[in-house]
């Protein structure tokens, strides 16, 4: 029970700068909500249910267009693909007796973010720290949501466009200790990198959406570096 | 039902199913080494492809953020904690802004 409640506390300290970042960028989709027509109680209730950024940003110019359902299903499936991966990972650094009600509410929880601090911790990830994480994160997401929609731009921009790097500087600061001293995983990080790089520029390959370019990127340079580097003993430190 | 409302319900029963089935599906601990090995990757592939280089757009201005992203990189190298990382990227990009506008 103790053990239960530090890890809760620990998963909220580590949630706090992804409560920030999330108050940002959905502050932002709070005001493109409202411009696409929806109602304070609908963008809320997105946020409160996808808690999803790309997915959301995508559902609401599908929803001012009135498309079909199937589009609308369809375009989330691709977009959020990625948290297939994630949710595989993730099965993976649980205790496999982790009960099954566990696993649903996590499953809920899974964004780029959260997962991000759940992979890095040491040992088994417990389903407390996950939700300490989410206690913050999903408050964060769906009050910067109803602050966006309620009141518009008031917010300074300053303010907004540092806040916005919050989320990036975590996610570094994930994938970067482990890799410090680890030629293998710098190699992985920075190949990752250029060639996400190389997809944004190439005229070719630009028209490919950000979630189709992950699943594609994950794939390819995880499957080799797999193959190249397999790992002996799970080394999460 | 409101439209909109069934729009958002579908959204989110598909993004949960996404998120839900290896979690619940997957019970046991893989043992083959290849997919252990892939699995170990999976992280740091998706979060670098994610930060680079979108983390450029994110910010007012790329250069503020070119600033925020070299910080950040430094300050984890160095072993800061994630929250500090976070804060202090957001505090570079802060005043590097105040010199450019």
Known sequence: MKTNIREWKSGIKNGIPIAMGYFAVSFTFGILAKQAGLNPFEAVFMSMTNLT?????????LIASAAAIVEVALTQLIINSRYFLMSFALSQRIDPNTSIFHRLIMAFGITDE?????????????PYYAYGVMSVAVPGWTLGTLFGIISGNILPPRLTSALS??????????????????KILTGVIVSSM????VFAELPLLQSISSGVKIIILTILIAGIAAVVFPVKEDTYE | MNNAIFYILVMAFVTYLIRVLPLTLVRKEIKNVYIRSFLHYVPYVTLAVMVFPAILEATASPWSALVGFIIAILFAYRGASLVSVALISCFSVFIVELFLY
């Open chain 1, 53 to 61: 950024s790309a997915g959301q940003f995508a559902g609401l110019t």
């Open chain 1, 114 to 126: 959260v997962f991000g601090v759940s992979v890095s911790v040491s040992g088994k990830l417990s």
């Open chain 1, 165 to 182: 790097i919050a989320l990036f500087g975590m996610l570094l600061a994930v994938i970067i200790p482990p890799a410090k001293g680890n």
């Open chain 1, 194 to 197: 250029v060639l996400s790089l």
